[in-house]
């Protein structure tokens, strides 16, 4: 097969969606490699696209079409909404066509497929930005009309997926998240002047950061820190001028590895995921976790998190607490449950999807 693949969002920063991409396309190339079968990373991007995304895809054996256009985001704008021209003018015959988040590029032939991470926008449209509600709602709408196959990063996005959009739930595939190799227990701590709790999140009403703080100043006896990992998304945030809270803003992969090794806990209290990708990264670099206890978490946090209330500051602090007495325990269950995800076994997931529903 000849499977092209859209990558066009890892133009912008990487934040879990566009890890999701990154990796499952990391995935995808080994396992189809192994078959015979061949992959073209496209994308109308930007300038800085064109400089970031060869970056990103190096040394993987797959073939890059790259189209620079200034304001891409509305030539992609446009090319979904007119229909054509059909992706194969540019891109030459293709088996399957898998569009990410941006856009809904249109075909002549083949197999239809994208992914769906989670129905924010659709649940709770006051969550997101008004662009990206518009976006996703036309990109959902199309997908139920159009696609072979839908990819999930959970069972709980999948079962969303077929009920919300009245989407087969038997052609929606689930295809978990991986996790990077530089997340482990082994290598480099981040060395701080005194122990630490740690929260990773994209700053915005979602992820629930004003009920952590919450929480955390009712740990004043704990002697700890606070570490904030993430860039600002949208929409006000709670003040970070308290004691003990250290906002760290967007970092290195790298860096946040020797933050996930050094935490005495990591807390990820959102009130609403696809998935929740720190989870498992957390518990792959020996960080016992403390997660809310919506179901959509459920799969990234197995049995091996402490789980509370997302708008319980007394019940965040109370399993913090918990978290710090037992972390052996913790960290044990945490590395066995993170054991089970991998990009080969993603990329291995697109590509049963792909066979079977071509």
């Known amino acids: ?19 999701y991409i990154l990796g499952s396309l990391r995935g995808l190339v080994h396992a189809a490699g192994r078959e015979g079968h061949e992959v073209v990373a496209f994308a109308p991007t ?43 003018r540019w891109l030459g015959p293709f088996d399957v066509l898998h569009f990410t988040d941006w856009m809904y590029p249109p075909q002549r032939a083949g197999l239809r497929a994208t992914t769906v991470h989670d129905l924010v926008p659709l649940h709770f449209p006051e969550w997101v930005t008004p662009r990206t509600r518009s976006m ?23 079962d969303d997926v077929a009920r919300t959009l009245r989407y087969p739930r038997e052609q929606v595939v689930v295809a978990h998240p991986g996790i990077g190799a530089g997340y482990s227990a ?40 606070l570490l904030v990992v993430g860039a600002r998304g949208w929409g006000a945030l709670p ?3 308290r004691p003990g809270v250290v906002g760290l803003g967007y970092v290195s992969d790298a860096e946040l590895a020797r933050l996930y090794r050094g935490a005495a806990a990591v807390v990820y209290p959102s009130r609403f995921e696809g998935f929740g990708m720190p989870i498992i990264e957390a518990m792959a670099s020996g960080a016992p976790v403390v997660a ?9 946090c197995g049995t091996a998190a402490l789980r509370a209330d997302p708008e319980s500051p007394s019940g965040i ?42």
């Not at 990558?7 to 890890?19: A, F």
């Not at 082994?186 to 005194?194: A, K, L, N, P, T």
């Not at 004003?210 to 004043?220: I, M, Q, R």
């Open 1 to 19: 097969m000849r499977i092209a693949f859209d990558v066009s969002p890892l133009s912008h920063q990487r934040t879990g969606v566009n890890n």
């Open 186 to 225: 082994e290598g480099e701590v981040s060395q701080r002047s005194m122990p630490y709790l740690l929260t990773v999140a994209t700053l915005e009403p979602r992820k629930n950061l004003g009920t952590l703080l919450d929480a955390f100043d009712l740990l004043t006896d704990s002697g700890l820190e």
């Open 46 to 88: 930007s300038p800085e696209g064109r400089r970031v995304i060869p970056q990103l895809l190096a040394g993987l054996p797959l073939e890059l079409r790259l189209r620079v256009l200034p304001g891409a985001h509305a030539w992609r704008t446009a090319w979904s909404r007119l229909g054509a021209p059909a992706a194969e």
């Open 136 to 158: 996703h709602t036309r990109k959902y709408a199309h997908a139920a009309a159009s696609c072979g196959v839908i990819f999930a990063n959970s069972a709980f996005t999948a």
């Open 239 to 241: 003040a970070f001028d």
């Open 292 to 300: 809310s206890a919506h179901p959509s978490l459920d799969e990234a």
């Open 317 to 358: 602090a109370a399993a913090i607490r918990d978290a710090l007495a037992r972390p052996a325990e913790l960290r044990e269950r945490g590395f066995a449950h993170a054991g089970t995800f991998s990009w080969e076994q993603t990329g291995a997931r697109f590509l049963e999807g792909y066979q079977r529903f071509a």
